[in-house]
């Protein structure tokens, strides 16, 4: 009976196949054409990634085998498109998959496509199935034509009696045939992250992931750059910048075969996840969004930063509030008129928000430190007798908004919240429990404990609908790995952990959609635009020292636009001035982190200056494009400008780090200027009674003279910044 419903499905899949021959799919934007063809076998295989091609006939002249095999022939097994464990194929497959019956090979023919009109661009959908096994998997590409960004998942489901058991489950591959290839790479440790680090890919595989199940960028984060046929520049060659929209584990794997072929498989780690698929269940993988640039990284980031505000981003085309937060000024010592006083700091910075973090909440362990109370979210009476409440209430005498901090998906053991729920926190009751701050993670594989998570932030905004702001953190990996919820499916709980954090995200954004919120993970160990969905910005590090936040802040642009990246002035490096603080937090979403009462009258004055020009500049850094100069990387200064849409404002912001005696100051060329127009320059953010020794300060200048000749704004002293400010005339 099984054999005859086999050969009935057979029957069925067969015509299809043999009417899709040779049937060619075309998913472009106004750069970029990715081509996929139908191969005489049946199957889907990619025929070329690159430049939009001009002509339409073009696309037909692609031959689906047509890659060269290593000993001149021509290989027949081309470039699989999601290519199945134990095929024909050598390399490394997107997709492996264990059966009922134990058997372990996928083979995946073209059934279908489809194209419709989404939001910014155009979807196809293709569906594949396995001619032997009751698979389906459903690829997706949405291609934004002006942005030149594709991003791509697929869909996973059986009808299978049994469940299935799934090895691998790549979200898309993509494959490149250039002469050489430079992987840049985008290391991470607590208050040490994105550092850029870039090598030549060899033969073989290159493996970039991450095994921490939560706060799980701590180590790498989830994005990456290849420069292909040379190593990534800002402004020259072409470069694939791709990310990964998971806060979980994620892998990269890059192989270059044997005849100098790469072949680039973002996905979910499939460490200790082997995950159990029932029957007619979907499994969705990441979303991958990449851009192709042929003129650098700098115009590859323009435009993952364009479409992040216009589709990815939270509020993305919003205002954002510039704040002051306590924490590096009280740290769990403060209470309620301490906090009032806060605010009226804030007001007098002339910030929007004061945002209180940790230590607010606890009573039976109360959160007078990070050991206990992470859980119990109810307010400290001893702290703040008034609650939330009263909390708000000094917000408004004051005039600015309140924001507060939670870490809703941990848990201290010495809490109540772990008394009565221990069964909720992932650990092993077998082993000694291993701490990273004290702290457990909730186990949000759960649907109760999803539930307890988003009831936290509904209470809080139920009683208090004047917060105008969260802080949510996340500052443990997982340790102690077992969950008592999925019993024996131990293999699913990496994976569905992290979709029970995104349903809880969800659900908030869903319930409280104008809320803005922070994505914070100690620092910046969540940054995907999945996550980004549900958050206006993210924490980009703890470490605030300046000359650090250069290098965070330049490897974080990459694929962020500044308007989701936060950035706070602090007492973090005194031996820097608070301009040189300022400056540097000026080139993102500026907010402070520190007591007023530690400036000089010169100092707060600068401060509250800098706090109006930022504002004025919005349009240019917050909504503009942005252009990378200088690297700090490669000179003792950096420099980076934007640019409003209309190209009437531009801003320039130039950092000297730690510059040579005596070495050679070059001008700085601007980019992204109308090359017609007049621009006055001006030297804003100027210390009080200070006088601007730029040369240029007053001057009127072409567009075209700016690009071309430049400024004259770096200078030989260490960790001094300038400001100019650029007007249309």
């Known amino acids: ?28 934007t106004n750069q970029t054409d990715l081509i996929l063809q139908v191969g005489d076998n049946g199957r889907l295989y990619q025929t070329y990634l690159g430049e939009k091609l001009l002509n339409d006939e073009d696309i037909n002249r692609f031959t689906w085998y047509q890659h060269p095999g290593s000993d001149g022939s021509i290989s027949q097994r081309g470039w699989e498109v999601y290519s ?58 949405v291609a934004y034509p002006k942005e030149n960004v594709i991003k791509t998942w697929s869909e996973i489901k059986h009808q299978e009696k049994k469940p299935i058991t799934l090895t691998k489950y790549a979200s898309t591959m993509l494959y490149f045939c250039n ?37 799980a960028a701590m180590i790498a984060h989830p994005f990456f750059e290849v420069g292909l046929d040379q190593p990534v520049a800002e402004n020259i060659g072409k470069v694939l910048m791709g990310t990964l929209g998971w806060t979980g584990n994620f892998r990269f794997t890059f192989e270059v075969d044997n005849t100098g072929n790469l072949r680039v498989i973002p996905s979910i780690n499939p460490y200790a996840s082997n995950y159990q698929l029932p029957a007619n269940e979907v499994f969705t993988t990441p979303e991958f969004i990449f851009t192709l640039s042929y003129n650098g990284s700098s115009e590859g980031s323009r435009n993952l930063h364009e479409w992040a505000r216009n589709y990815s981003l939270k509020d993305g085309k919003g205002t954002r509030l510039t704040l002051l937060n306590n924490w590096e000024n009280t740290g769990f010592n403060f209470n309620q008129e301490i906090l009032a006083n806060l605010m009226k700091e804030a007001k007098h910075l002339g910030v929007d928000m004061f945002l209180l973090d940790d230590g607010w909440f606890a009573n039976k362990y109360p959160r007078d430190n990070d050991k206990s109370g992470l859980g119990d979210w109810e307010v400290n009476n001893s702290k703040l007798p008034g609650g939330i409440p009263a909390l708000v209430d000094a917000a408004k005498e004051a005039d600015v908004k309140f924001g507060i901090w939670i870490e809703p998906e941990m848990v201290n053991p010495k809490s109540e919240l772990f008394e009565k729920h221990p069964d909720w926190a992932i650990h092993d009751d077998n082993r000694a429990m291993y701490f990273y701050r004290n702290q457990l993670v909730l186990d949000l594989s759960n649907p109760a404990v999803q ?34 919820y999925l019993k024996d499916k131990q293999g699913n709980l990496y994976i569905d952990h992290i979709r029970g954090v995104y349903n809880v995200f969800k659900r908030v954004k869903e319930k409280f959609p104008n809320v803005p919120m922070m994505l914070c993970s100690g620092g910046g160990s969540r940054c995907d635009y999945e996550a980004l969905k549900y958050f206006t910005e993210f924490w980009c590090s703890d470490n605030t020292d300046p000359i650090e936040r250069l290098y965070i802040q330049w490897g974080f642009s990459q694929f962020f636009p500044a308007k989701s990246m936060c950035a706070h002035v602090t007492s973090w490096n005194k031996n820097t001035s608070i301009k040189f603080r300022t400056d540097v937090a000026s080139m993102c979403k500026l907010g402070f982190d520190l007591s007023l009462k530690e400036l000089s009258p010169e100092e707060l004055t600068y401060c509250q200056t800098a706090v109006n020009n930022w504002k004025r500049f919005t349009p240019a850094i917050m909504e503009g494009d942005q252009y990378r100069l200088v690297s700090p990387y490669q000179s003792n200064h950096m420099a980076v400008n934007y640019v409003s849409k209309d190209r009437q404002l531009a801003v320039l912001f130039t950092y000297d780090i730690y510059p040579r005696f005596q070495e050679k100051l070059l001008n700085v060329k601007l980019q992204g200027l109308d090359p017609s127009q007049k621009y006055k320059v001006t030297e804003i953010n100027l210390m009080p009674g200070q006088i601007s020794t730029l040369e240029a300060n007053g001057k009127t200048f072409s567009g075209d003279y700016l690009m071309k000749v430049g400024l004259k704004a770096f200078r030989a002293n260490h960790t001094q910044s300038r400001v100019i400010e650029l007007i249309a005339e």
């Open 451 to 484: 539930d307890y998570v988003y009831s936290i932030v509904e209470k809080i905004l139920k009683e208090n609908p004047d917060i105008a702001y969260f802080k949510w953190d996340c500052n443990s990996p997982i340790t102690n790995i077992y969950s008592p």
């Open 179 to 215: 002469s050489a290839y430079y992987l840049t790479e985008f290391s991470s440790d607590w208050a040490k992250e994105a550092q850029m680090t870039s090598q030549q890919l060899q033969f073989g595989k290159k493996i970039v992931d991450t095994k921490l199940g939560s706060r």
């Open 84 to 141: 199945g464990s134990g095929n024909e194929d050598f390399f490394e497959p997107a997709i492996a998959i264990t059966h009922n019956n134990g058997k372990t090979s996928t083979y995946l023919y073209y059934v279908s496509s489809s194209t419709q009109a989404i939001d910014g661009g155009i979807e196809t959908t293709i569906n594949l199935r396995d001619d032997k096994y009751p698979i389906d998997v459903t690829l997706h590409y």
């Open 1 to 28: 009976m099984k054999q005859l419903i086999l050969s009935a499905t057979l029957l069925l899949l067969a015509p299809q196949i043999e009417a899709a021959e040779h049937k060619v799919l075309r998913i472009s």
